[in-house]
């Protein structure tokens, strides 16, 4: 099968789950062609299934803002007819199921029924797709999808809840592949370079936004280092990370926190770690969680959104009310200060995350792309 991708080629999750979805395809002997500004940062190397078309949005002075959308639109049309495409899978609504219903409905003006598969990944409902400029659009989007998933069953709840949908929506969860986590026990893990052996070392992964609440993984380690020596590694980049600094520097704290920023090598730092922290505001998912949790971490985090459905509260770390600073620090502690506990908690992470593991997640999207194909050959044929 022929598959062309959209996504945003960036380090945030739906960037990471739709290039690395793409690679599982691509090595299942699948073709698959990436289209999207710039070459996905997980996308290290070609090969002879993998594809990569590169959107260029001509810069003319007439546009404060120079359309993406229409550039991306046609953009797949050249690619889809070129390259004979059977599916269009999208992630993120707006603006690239947009762009892809546009996509669609110039290419069915010639016959050509290219069937186009919609996964929601959070931010693109729960805060770009609930503005009112947004929010028609993101409906129509997502109704006019053959089909479509969210990753996760909150995700879907809160759609439905926040727009008028008239269509069936799939939970498909993000992945990991545990073969990689597998092998990564046979390489050496430097974890001197962070912290003296009876420290323990937390960790933060993000896009430094307001919604990953970073004051308050912060406080928590302020906490949490009082009672147990520690360090905190915060990796990432984003609005609020200089402030995250200037809090550090005004608690006193700069010799026990690493500021890393992006990193294409997050399995490498995450093999330092004893215990995750996320006490987000909005997840709708919680990639980086799943992540850490393959890398045998503990992890803390906020109750928000789908992070139930990753952390197992009290079992593979636990679940606080978000903006509970208190709370989640205690809950650190716990697993902290007794190396059998943090032990434990550790081993039950990582047999917990194996069940998100890449082979058992694939073959449902193997399923909705064969359903949304077969669809689409008896359309052409109507």
């Known amino acids: 099968m022929k598959i062309a991708i959209v996504c945003f080629p960036t380090f945030g999750g739906s960037g990471v789950v739709a290039t690395e979805l793409g690679l599982a395809f691509a090595d299942k002997g699948h073709e698959i062609h990436f289209v999207t500004y710039q070459q996905p940062v997980r996308l290290a190397q070609l090969n002879k299934n993998v594809f990569f078309h590169e959107v260029q949005v001509p810069d003319y002075p007439l546009f404060n803002h120079q359309p993406y959308d229409l550039a991306l639109s046609s953009k797949l049309v050249n690619v889809i007819r070129k390259h004979q495409i059977d599916v269009l899978h999208v992630h993120y609504a707006i603006p690239n199921a947009y762009a892809a219903y546009m996509a669609k409905t110039m290419l069915k003006d010639e016959g050509y029924h290219i069937p186009i598969i919609t996964t929601l990944h959070g931010t693109d409902v729960s805060l770009v797709g609930s503005h009112p400029f947004y929010k028609p659009a993101v409906a129509f989007s997502i109704n006019h999808s053959d089909c479509v998933t969210a990753v996760s069953h909150s995700l879907k709840n809160m759609t439905y809840d926040m727009f008028d949908i008239q269509r069936s929506i799939e939970v498909i969860p993000n992945f990991i592949d545990a073969s990689k986590y597998e092998k990564n026990k046979t390489k050496p893990c430097k974890r001197h370079l962070v912290a003296l052996p009876e420290e323990r070392i937390l960790t933060h992964v993000s896009n430094f936004r307001k919604v990953k609440r970073i004051p308050d993984v912060i406080r928590i380690f302020e906490k949490v280092s009082q009672e147990v020596p520690s360090k905190l590694v915060m990796v990432g980049d984003g609005p609020e990370k200089l402030k995250a600094k200037k809090l550090v520097d005004k608690l006193g704290l700069s010799d026990k926190v690493h500021f890393l920023g992006n990193s294409s090598e997050i399995d490498r730092i995450l093999c330092w770690t004893d215990l995750f922290l996320l006490p987000s505001e909005i997840e709708s998912f919680g990639l980086s969680a799943l992540e ?35 709370g989640m620090a205690a809950s650190a502690i716990h697993i902290l200060e007794d190396e059998d506990r943090l032990k434990e908690f550790k081993d039950r992470a990582q047999e917990h995350s194996f069940k998100f593991d890449i082979k058992v997640i694939l073959p449902l999207y193997e399923a909705i792309y064969d359903k949304a194909y077969r669809q689409a050959r008896v359309n052409q044929k109507l």
């Not at 890398?295 to 636990?318: H, M």
């Open 292 to 326: 850490a949790m393959a890398n045998k971490c503990a992890v803390v985090s906020s109750n928000a959104g789908g992070l139930p459905e990753v952390n197992q509260n009290g079992t593979t770390g636990f679940l606080n009310d978000i903006g509970d600073i208190e």
